[in-house]
Nanobody, 127 residues
Framework: QVQLVESGGGLVQAGGSLRLSCAAS????????MGWFSQAPGKEREFVAA????????YYADSVKGRFTISRDNAKNTVYLQMNSLKPEDTAVYYC????????????????????WGKGTLVTVSS
């Protein structure tokens, strides 16, 4: 069993930055592909970014390419999402998710492909 706890959300002005963190429990975190998803008010949850367990492969939604960076520190059991040049349309609850298995290059972009979820952290971007 894996527990995921997100932090780092808050209120920021457009053009600003935030760094989200996702702390994971469980000894096998280092073998889990991880991802970030977002859910804006009144909308369905959608994919934001993913990273392989090795950290060597990443994948981003087109809407955040060049602005967001996903990374992980397996020694700290933590995944990060650095969010720069934030826009009001980035306002959402951001969820961290983990998949139980995958090759060192595997990234999971599908919401249904994830096995564990955090409770989310709210990011609000004001114009």
């Amino acid at each position: 069993q894996v527990q995921l706890v997100e932090s780092g959300g808050g209120l920021v002005q457009a053009g600003g930055s935030l760094r989200l963190s996702c702390a994971a429990s469980g000894r096998t975190f280092t073998s889990y592909p991880m991802g970030w998803f977002s859910q804006a008010p009144g909308k369905e949850r959608e994919f934001v970014a993913a990273i392989s367990w090795s950290g060597e492969n990443t994948y981003y939604a087109d809407s955040v390419k060049g602005r967001f960076t996903i990374s992980r520190d397996n020694a700290k059991n933590t995944v990060y999402l650095q969010m720069n040049s934030l826009k009001p349309e980035d306002t959402a609850v951001y969820y961290c998710a983990a998949k139980e298995a995958g090759s060192r290059w595997y990234v999971e972009r599908r919401e249904g492909g994830m096995d564990y979820w955090g409770k989310g952290t709210l990011v609000t971007v004001s114009s």
